[in-house]
């Protein structure tokens, strides 16, 4: 039986966590309550039983959340990332977000946020949750933070639109990173994406690849570039999905162009690079990979041509 969250969590609080990917519970202990969030660490992982995380660790990615970011000295991940993208959900009936520091399973896995704790099938244990893996909190803590904003906005948007399309969803998470102060955790997605740009990013594979995210935090930056904010904070709202949503969010921001226009102007704008007009600032002067066309006037081609007429 998971023990239950009580109405007030204070610093020394046990709960259970259920944790994607594991059959068992996993039980943490309640170590900084912050303005916006509560942080839990799993109790195998806590310095004193042993593990990697020291109450310095819980204090900083404390302060992240709520007080300040390298992106502003003044604002911590909640409210630059609710004032971009909306409120969070409340399923548990606590203003704050749960925050889980907890080994993974998965060794890949630096954070996540699973819905399906949402509608668990015990209610004692349905909380609006942000998962982060101890070890990369401790070995790598620049990428531990970077990934709870990137997981932040897939909470917010499950709170609004919860079948938003994956590739919409993962443009606004790496977004969310870059908002936060921590653009491109993962250094190769962008370079990725500007070697092999040949592909649909709307549709999200199975198993998606750096190119996958870059491409889809490229756009959504640039449509937070060219249109402001506010096109960003509808898009989330916005219930139509995919290239759909991107079209109604444009429209109802009064901008007469469609998902297909835009499209084509950021494909542009990724051979301009930092030129102006076309180009944007999140290229940080990379463009595409491109070739050179042969010198003129062209040599003369031959070669036969058939025709079934």
């Not at 900084?32 to 819980?58: K, L, M, N, S």
């Not at 604002?75 to 990332?81: A, D, K, P, T």
């Amino acid at each position: 039986q998971a023990r239950p969250t009580p109405d007030v969590v204070t610093v020394g609080t046990q709960l259970d966590f259920p944790v994607a990917g594991d059959m068992y519970l996993r039980a943490g202990t309640c170590q900084y309550v912050g303005a916006h969030c509560y942080v839990f660490v799993e109790d195998a992982q806590w310095d004193t039983h042993g593990g990697p995380i020291h109450q310095g660790h819980v204090d900083e990615l404390g302060a992240r959340f709520d007080r300040a970011t390298p992106a502003d000295p003044n604002r911590g991940m909640y409210e630059l990332l609710t004032g971009s993208f909306g409120p969070p959900p409340d399923v548990d009936g606590h203003e704050r977000i749960f925050i889980f520091i907890v080994e993974l399973l998965d060794a890949r896995l630096v954070g996540f946020f699973d819905p399906r704790v949402a509608t668990w099938p015990d209610p004692a244990l349905r909380r609006d949750t942000l998962y982060l893996d101890a070890g990369y909190l401790r070995s790598r803590p620049n990428l531990a933070h970077g990934t709870l904003a990137h997981e932040f906005q897939h909470l917010i948007h499950f709170g609004a639109d919860a079948d938003e399309e994956s590739w919409v969803n993962e443009g606004l998470s790496g977004y969310a990173e870059a908002l936060a102060g921590f653009p491109e955790t993962d250094t190769s997605m962008v370079p990725a994406f500007l070697e092999s740009p040949d592909f649909d990013f709307t549709v999200w594979p199975p198993v998606a690849g750096a190119a996958n995210y870059g491409a889809t935090y490229l756009f959504v930056s640039y449509l937070a570039e060219r249109f402001g904010p506010g096109l960003i904070r509808a898009l989330v709202a916005e219930p139509a999905n995919g290239t759909e949503g991107v079209s109604a969010a444009l429209a109802s921001q009064g901008h007469a162009v469609d998902f297909e226009v835009v499209w084509a102007d950021w494909i542009l704008a990724n051979y301009a690079a930092a030129d102006p007009p076309f180009g944007y600032a999140a290229l940080r002067g990379r463009r595409l990979r491109t070739y050179p066309a042969p010198p003129l006037p062209f040599a003369a081609v031959e070669g036969l041509v058939a025709c079934r007429c």
